[in-house]
């Protein structure tokens, strides 16, 4: 069953980004979308798109997203090794915005999956679920949906006169995913002059007289749409115990020659010798990639990148660390704080430390205020002080959300 996923990614959460900045008097920028607010520390919709990774039916991802969305949309494909992740822009309704993505869909692709970018708790279960119900049912569309259980009454909006009770005994509320055939859907679009005001494919497909399905669960599958909605659905995962934070330490020396250049965080710092490696020898980034493989017990950097490989000789240290927090992130680790302290008598760095800091900022996927680079000299004594050789210490905290 070749499928392809449609994330609707388009809106911008207007009543998220109110709601928000109603609670918080120093709203930043962050509140200004809600599919770039971190949820557990990753953004959103970077949360949801993980969700969705390793179904081997799925064989590709379409994205409809905003233009300031798309930026963070390849950051991600690169930090995660995202290879079937594609874009298209949103649209100006929801429908449009899956319309605009159905056209880029692989033509082998029979089914369309489309979820909802902020409805960051689906699991890999109620995928797999909807697919397989989706194979025996005989139908041209599947969605997961839920009973609807509070009391709702029909009301005459001008005057709060209730006109009804509603038997709520065949009314279900409809999430996503929604499972489409390829066929019907485009004919839907093609066959509906409302088409792009429809609020979800069911419709579409209802409307050229196509059969859909409801597949209820009962796991908690919440749209994101307030503030709140994200707290709750934050403290839901905690309380899970499906959240875990480590901490891991890394330590690491070289010695200092001529005629090698001196990388440290990933910046060259202009000095006339530099550290002695089989790598570029940039100690602090070794330090680092080995704090973080000790948080998630993934070894030491020489069990990944052995300095007997004359393949990786003279490989840039950024290229380790970045591959080692790819891996990790396909485990579901994060990073989330980096400590770290270089041990130098030459050069003075305190010029530096601004660039070595956003540099690994950049590296890691985390703002600069959780990067902290400190530098000291080892007032003459030792190795270090003699200025032999230089040795770098890290802290890094890692986070798994386990999904
Ligand atoms: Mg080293």
Avoid at 45 to 66: K, M
Avoid at 252 to 275: Q, W
Avoid at 292 to 308: K, Y
Avoid at 315 to 329: F, N, P
Wanted: aromatic share 6%; with cysteine; proline share 4%.
């Amino acid at each position: 069953m070749p499928t392809t996923l449609i994330i609707a990614a388009g809106g911008h959460g207007t009543r998220f980004r109110s709601d928000f900045s109603g609670r918080n008097s120093e709203s930043n920028e962050r509140g200004a979308n809600k599919l770039l607010f971190p949820f557990l520390g990753k953004p959103l919709l970077c949360f949801t798109l993980s969700r969705f990774q390793e179904i081997p039916q799925i064989q590709e991802t379409i994205v409809a997203i905003s233009r300031e969305g798309e930026k963070r949309l390849r950051a991600w494909c690169k930090e995660y090794g995202w290879k079937s992740v594609k874009w298209v822009r949103g649209g100006a309704t929801r429908a449009e915005s899956v319309w605009n993505a159905l056209k880029k869909a692989h033509r082998k692709s029979q089914w369309i999956m489309v979820h909802d970018g902020a409805r960051p708790l689906i699991t890999k279960e109620s995928v797999r679920r909807l697919m397989a119900y989706m194979k025996q049912a005989r139908c041209a569309g599947a969605l997961l949906g839920r009973k609807v259980v509070p009391t709702i009454k029909r009301v005459d909006p001008s005057g709060g006169q209730i006109l009804q009770t509603v038997d709520r005994r065949d009314l279900f509320e409809a999430e996503t995913p929604q499972l489409m055939n390829r066929r019907m859907l485009e004919k839907a679009y093609v066959e509906n002059k409302n088409a792009f005001n429809a609020t979800d494919e069911a419709a579409l497909l209802e409307s050229v007289g196509a059969q859909v399905k409801v597949l209820t669960h009962d796991a908690w599958n919440p749209k994101i749409t307030t503030y709140q909605d994200m707290i709750l659905a934050e403290a839901y995962l905690e309380k899970q115990g499906r959240v875990e934070v480590r901490t891991g330490f890394g330590r690491d020396s070289h010695r200092l020659v001529a005629k090698r250049k001196l990388y440290l965080g990933g910046v060259h710092i202009p000095f006339p010798k530099g550290a002695l490696g089989h790598s570029d020898g940039d100690a602090l980034l070794h330090s680092i990639a080995d704090a973080v493989l000790g948080a998630i017990g993934g070894g030491d950097i020489g069990d990944h990148f052995s300095d007997r490989n004359p393949k990786i000789k003279g490989i840039r240290s950024e290229k380790i660390l970045r591959k080692i927090l790819c891996d990790a992130r396909g485990k579901n680790w994060q990073p989330e704080h980096v400590d770290s302290v270089i041990v130098l008598e030459q050069p003075k760095l305190g010029a530096h430390k601004r660039q070595i800091r956003e540099k690994i900022a950049d590296i890691m996927g985390l703002d600069a205020d959780r990067v902290s680079v400190k530098a000291k000299t080892a007032e003459g004594l030792g190795p270090e002080g003699e200025g032999l050789s230089i040795s770098c210490e890290a802290l890094v905290t890692m986070k798994k959300v386990a999904l």
